[in-house]
């Protein structure tokens, strides 16, 4: 049952037919995991705070800094030198105080995510290296957790749901991670500081339509975002027969340490 505070606090959710009372009930319930509290993971916190997801877990080791407050909202001057999940914890706590934020402030590897996202319903991606999305994906594979994909780069950025059996996995449409220094990072080539926060909004989007169960999710789509036409592009993506993770003969049935480099996120 709502309380009469939260009956107003999501007056607007309730009078939309596809949330309602029952709809809102599933978000106070539910359980999001955050892998970053950068550009990406700080725009998803406060959307999926503001809308009453109950529990947000958020993974990230490292602290605040100067360079951060162009694109990473969640934070301000005064968080630099903090821990960033320490600083998006305090951010949410002003904005909603109902919802509990669970900070994980180290770095993601094969133990800890091991431990940690089982307890979760779904789990967002908001890191900025390669390594840690192929350990987060697999790992979703492997606990059956719908993985909320999201990278920016310059002005482009793109975002995705995979859920296999429904959809491919992120291994099946990047089989491989690009040889060093093939792909620049965004402390290289810089990037505008409004993509990672429409990338991250339709992360968020996404992962409260699925804990509601309302429209369509962008399985086995990757929606391609290009700022500087301001042009959206939807690529139909598939399964791979042949994907170590998710194909017909899995290579990959566990996470195993030594297959992963340690990784951070931004």
């Known amino acids: 049952m709502l309380t009469d505070e939260q009956i107003f606090r999501y007056s607007r959710h309730l009078l939309l037919p596809e949330i309602g009372g029952r709809g809102q009930e599933k978000l106070l319930a539910a359980k999001v995991l955050l892998i970053g509290a950068g550009g990406l993971g700080s725009v998803a916190a406060q959307y999926l705070s503001a809308a009453g997801v109950g529990t947000l877990g958020i993974m990230d080791p490292d602290r605040v800094d100067l360079s951060n407050l162009q694109r990473q909202l969640i934070h301000s001057t005064a968080d630099v030198g903090l821990l960033k999940v320490e600083s998006a914890k305090n951010k949410i706590a002003l904005l909603n105080p109902g919802v509990t934020v669970i900070p994980y402030q180290y770095t993601a590897t094969a133990g800890s995510i091991s431990q940690i996202l089982p307890q979760y319903d779904l789990v967002i991606d908001g ?45 099946c449409v990047f089989p491989a991670a690009p040889l060093p220094g093939a ?27 699925w804990l509601l169960g309302a429209g369509e999710p962008l399985l086995g789509r990757l929606l391609v975002f290009d700022a500087s036409a301001m042009e959206f592009t939807e690529v139909r993506i598939g399964r791979r027969p042949s994907c170590a993770v998710c194909g017909e003969h899995p290579a990959i049935t566990e996470l195993l340490p030594e297959n992963y480099e340690q990784p951070s996120c931004e």
């Not at 990037?191 to 339509?209: C, D, R, T, Y």
């Open 183 to 209: 792909v620049p990072t965004c402390q290289e080539a810089g990037v505008f500081n409004v993509v990672p926060g429409i990338i991250g909004l339709i992360q968020a989007a996404e992962a409260l339509k």
């Open 127 to 171: 890191c900025d290296n390669f390594i840690t999305r192929y350990l987060v994906s697999d790992a979703a594979v492997l606990y059956n957790k719908p993985y909320f994909y999201g990278s920016v780069l310059r002005f482009d950025g793109h975002a995705s749901v995979f859920y296999p059996p429904r959809a491919p996995c992120y291994r």
